[in-house]
């Protein structure tokens, strides 16, 4: 890859990775409902879940990469009608009080990286748009998918630090905050459609 290819790619992990989505989302409302450990477990579903679907996303678009654009044209719908149903969850949703029990698991985590069409086309585009362009190997193609998940795991971290660090905060206003978080997934579902 060349330099500038290599900073478009840097460019597109920060501001799809870090920037806020479904998984950054839910990562940071957990912890500020539940609290950093008790969270632990739906933060390394969703780490996990995200892995597998950077592999198959990834392998998938380095086998049938010249289809891949009529691929993305149906999935970005499905991905934008996914992101405005957690929009209208998180929208709903109150703070935690003490006789919530249920706290989400592993399980949970990793099962909605599936319906996660956001994750599913960050990992077709980076391949289709920065790898395929430059590499051909299948060691090359694992260390790029290796950068992808890395990165996705750290956000997911750093915006559950930052829900459990600001949850008294997030809690007390949490009404204005389900708004503007809701707000920034519809934005979120609308660029995808205009991918």
Do not use: H
Not at 5 to 10: Q, V, Y
Not at 99 to 117: A, H, R, S
């Amino acid at each position: 890859m060349t330099v500038q290819l290599w900073i478009a790619f840097i460019t597109y992990i920060v501001a799809t990775a870090y920037t806020p989505g479904p998984n950054n989302i839910i990562a940071l409302n957990t912890t500020t409902k539940y609290g950093f450990r008790k969270s632990n477990s739906l933060r390394f579903g969703i780490g996990v879940g995200l892995a597998v679907i950077m592999v198959l996303t990834n392998a998938l678009a380095f086998t049938i990469g010249s289809y891949i654009p009529e691929i993305i044209n149906y999935l970005k719908y499905l991905g934008a009608a996914y992101i405005l149903y957690l929009a209208y969850k998180l929208l709903l949703s109150k703070p935690f009080t003490s006789d919530e029990t249920k706290i989400p698991k592993f399980w949970t985590g990793f099962f909605l990286q599936f319906m996660n069409v956001k994750v599913i086309l960050y990992g077709i585009t980076a391949v289709s748009s920065f790898f395929l362009p430059s590499y051909s190997s299948i060691q090359d193609l694992l260390w790029f998918c290796a950068i992808l998940i890395v990165n996705s795991w750290i956000a997911i971290w750093i915006w559950g630090v930052l829900g459990y660090s600001f949850r008294n905060f997030i809690n007390k206003y949490y009404k204005v905050f389900n708004i503007i978080m809701g707000l920034v997934l519809v934005e979120s579902a609308i660029s995808i459609i205009f991918l």
